[in-house]
């Protein structure tokens, strides 16, 4: 059981939006700590996505935006593309287990 | 640029330790942390333990307390990361990354390719 709460899977067609959900407590997410997105393509190593809850490194399509608002955060893709089907992962702190914590994991298929 | 590359596959025995090797370059190690996380097959990623590349600080997960132990050699950017008392369900792909702590936010802007720990007899 993971600290932070995804959908185990979404799906959207090419040129679609989705989003993908984060949901923390008060230890984490909702204590002011900042969220941030992985995206692990197939037998790859896990990749930032976004970082500080909105911004994207450089080199990340401006399709992938991040927000967070009390408890919970969001990832959203727009214009989706058949590449980035991929599982995401969202990841924070949490002071009452003094570490860092994931999400389970969200597979997205582009259908 | 930023690179950080780890050290190959590993079989070990139940009861047995591995360590595993993390080399970083194209920036100033002393600078930033290294994080480790691990992915058993099929499953999500998992926090192991966090170093601060300037004083040696750790921190790790409370699950793994007292089997982990991670250190690095700053005279080769290296972090290492020990595992010890190994079980079957170790297995796992073993991931460092680039550690970045400022405040409020804690993540890792680049990883490792990964390193395969089997544990098996």
């Known amino acids: 059981q993971s600290v932070l709460t995804q959908p185990p899977s979404v799906s959207g067609a090419p040129g679609q939006r989705v989003t993908i959900s984060c949901t923390g407590n008060n230890s984490n997410i909702g204590a002011g700590y900042d969220v941030h997105w992985y995206q692990q393509l197939p037998g790859t190593a896990p990749k930032l996505l976004i970082y500080g809850n909105n911004n994207r490194p450089s080199g990340v399509p401006d399709r992938f935006s991040g927000s967070k608002s009390g408890t919970s955060a969001s990832l959203a893709i727009s214009g989706l593309q058949a590449e980035d089907e991929a599982d995401y992962y969202c990841q924070s702190y949490d002071s009452s287990l003094s570490g860092w914590v994931f999400g389970g994991g969200t597979k997205l298929t582009v259908l | 640029q930023v690179q950080v590359v780890q050290s190959g596959a590993e079989v070990k025995e139940p009861g047995a330790s591995v360590k595993v090797s993390c080399k970083a370059s194209?920036?100033?190690?002393?600078?930033?942390?290294i994080t480790w996380v691990r992915q058993a097959p099929g499953q999500g990623l998992e926090w192991m333990g966090w170093i601060n590349g300037y004083n040696g600080n750790t921190n790790y997960a409370q699950k793994l307390q007292g089997r982990v132990t991670v250190t690095t050699d700053t005279s080769t950017s290296t972090a290492y990361m020990e595992l010890r008392s190994l079980r079957s369900d170790d297995t796992a792909v073993y991931y460092c990354?680039?550690?970045?702590?400022?405040?409020?936010?804690?993540?890792?802007?680049?990883w490792g390719q990964g390193t395969l720990v089997t544990v098996s007899s």
């Open positions: 194209g920036y100033t190690f002393t600078s930033y942390g």
């Open positions: 990354a680039r550690g970045r702590t400022d405040g409020s936010s804690h993540f890792c802007d680049y």
